[in-house]
């Protein structure tokens, strides 16, 4: 219910500030001490794609950018960009590794905005490039931060995002096997099992997927994209996300029978 009603003053603040631009004036104010958003800041969790530097996961599409038009010759500028649905930071559609899943289209606006908690593992990731989130390590933050919502987006916070754009963050090995830290499918397990995530969580990470890059079975990923569920990967500036506290919003471009979408994805962040 607290997600619905914050859901409910996010639209609301909009329409507000759609409806009040007129009379605003020059002062462009349209009236934010009332506004039920003032208790947060927005923090930007997306990458910039850039095709000199944006990481495409082994095997998908290459991101390109080209430009079409330009003002001095056509009176607007304009770019052609291709890419793969899972291009630099995005969410997944359950639809993406199961059949008879929900496709990008067919999920409800409350599936990308979700409570949100921060799980940080990046020592571990130093010592151990494919560290797999336990249960033990869940039950842990637990006990410092408190339970985990109902619904919520459970993001790692690996270190990988310092790694963008560079070699580093594939961190292949001499053999060619790719080594990134994720969950375990038991830690994954218990947060479907006993209704953390609910029917409408998310996992989230810095790095290409929810499981561990030596995962090759995708397992997590396909418990996880059951019913509502979502992931959110290649996420950014996760050093702003709070432990607890935060929700994040998923926006995209929404295709028809959508694997997901290349994203923009923010965090309501409580000011303190």
Do not use: C
């Not at 599936?111 to 949100?116: G, V, Y």
């Not at 997590?220 to 509502?228: D, I, M, R, T």
């Amino acid at each position: 219910m607290r997600r619905r009603s914050m859901l409910a003053g996010v639209f609301s603040t909009v329409g507000g500030m759609v409806a009040g631009a007129g009379a605003a004036g020059a002062t462009g104010s349209s009236g934010g001490d009332a506004s039920p958003l003032r208790g947060y800041r927005l923090v930007n969790l997306a990458h910039v794609n850039d095709p000199e530097r944006t990481n495409v996961y082994p095997g998908d599409p290459e991101f390109t950018v080209q430009t079409v038009t330009t003002v001095p010759k056509d009176g607007f500028y304009l770019q052609y960009v291709r890419q793969g649905e899972h291009t630099g930071t995005h969410w997944g559609a359950p639809a993406h590794f199961n059949e008879g899943q929900p496709y990008a289209d067919e999920l409800d606006t409350e599936d990308l905005f979700l409570p949100a908690v921060k799980i940080d593992i990046r020592e571990q990731a130093r010592r151990n490039a494919d560290y797999e989130v336990s249960v033990a390590d869940l039950q842990r933050w637990e006990r410092r931060h408190g339970r985990i919502p109902r619904e919520a987006a459970v993001v790692l916070w690996t270190g990988w995002e310092d790694r963008w754009g560079t070699p580093a963050f594939f961190n292949y090995d001499a053999t060619g096997q790719m080594h990134q830290p994720g969950f375990s499918l038991e830690a994954a397990q218990w947060l479907v099992r006993t209704g953390r995530l609910g029917r409408r969580g998310a996992l989230g990470t810095d790095t290409f997927s929810v499981e561990s890059a030596s995962d090759t079975s995708y397992a997590v990923s396909k418990l996880l994209y059951q019913e509502h569920r979502i992931s959110l990967e290649i996420l950014a500036n996760l050093a702003r996300l709070p432990e607890t506290g935060a929700y994040v919003m998923a926006g995209g471009t929404i295709n028809r029978r959508g694997s997901g979408s290349p994203a923009s994805i923010y965090a309501f962040v409580p000011r303190r």
